[in-house]
T-cell receptor, first 109, second 113 residues
Framework: GQNIDQPTEMTATEGAIVQINCTYQTSGFNGLFWYQQHAGEAPTFLSYNVLDGLEEKGRFSSFLSRSKGYSYLLLKELQMKDSASYLCAVLRNDYKLSFGAGTTVTVRA | GAGVSQTPSNKVTEKGKYVELRCDPISGHTALYWYRQSLGQGPEFLIYFQGTGAADDSGLPNDRFFAVRPEGSVSTLKIQRTERGDSAVYLC???????????FGQGTRLTVV
């Protein structure tokens, strides 16, 4: 089995930076994904990390430390449209993809 | 197709009835996942197919739930004797390989009354 923990809610101001942490425990690891989900919509893929380090993609960056079972998603220059739920998902060695409960980010003007 | 397609988008059924939910993955994607999502929760894993075979069905909650993918493309999730607790959004996702990013359909919102 596995546990995936992330904060329930975060609030930030437009233009600011927010960091969403995710810790996990898993029997076998094959990568970590971050997804964005707007209310009433399907999750959309944001990033994938399988090696330690930082992956940058525009305003979004994702970091992974396999030894610590830790990842974070960094959202820079926040925009109102970034208000959504952000899901951390772990891919196991047997290719089962499991999700955390999600972090609801609210961006305020 | 261009994306993962799920039908119907909404389904209301009476308690005790049988329902089928369909998923049409992105063409060429060999891996297919079914998830269930309740309000305010992350997607809950149900079953994973690699090709035609169910590689992992450990998330199916009980024997009322069954899924097939007979030709390695379209998949159907079948729920027998539905209960009110089955009400949720059922999401399907596909990926190019076991390591690829999973792309989701819009989901089927199932309501059991």
């Amino acid at each position: 089995g596995q546990n995936i923990d992330q904060p329930t809610e975060m609030t930030a101001t437009e233009g600011a930076i927010v960091q969403i942490n995710c810790t996990y425990q898993t029997s076998g690891f094959n990568g970590l994904f971050w997804y964005q989900q707007h209310a009433g919509e399907a999750p959309t893929f944001l990033s994938y990390n399988v090696l330690d380090g930082l992956e940058e993609k525009g305003r979004f960056s994702s970091f992974l430390s396999r030894s610590k079972g830790y990842s974070y998603l960094l959202l820079k220059e926040l925009q109102m449209k970034d208000s959504a739920s952000y899901l951390c998902a772990v891919l196991r060695n047997d290719y089962k993809l499991s999700f955390g409960a999600g972090t609801t980010v609210t961006v305020r003007a | 197709g261009a994306g993962v397609s799920q039908t119907p988008s909404n389904k209301v059924t009476e308690k005790g009835k049988y329902v089928e939910l369909r998923c049409d993955p992105i063409s060429g994607h060999t891996a297919l996942y079914w998830y269930r999502q309740s309000l305010g929760q992350g997607p809950e894993f149900l079953i994973y197919f690699q090709g035609t075979g169910a590689a992992d069905d450990s998330g199916l909650p009980n024997d009322r739930f069954f899924a097939v993918r007979p030709e390695g493309s379209v998949s159907t999730l079948k729920i027998q004797r539905t209960e009110r607790g089955d009400s949720a959004v059922y999401l399907c996702a596909s990926s190019t390989s076991e390591r690829g990013a999973a792309f989701f359909g819009q989901g089927t919102r199932l309501t059991v009354v």
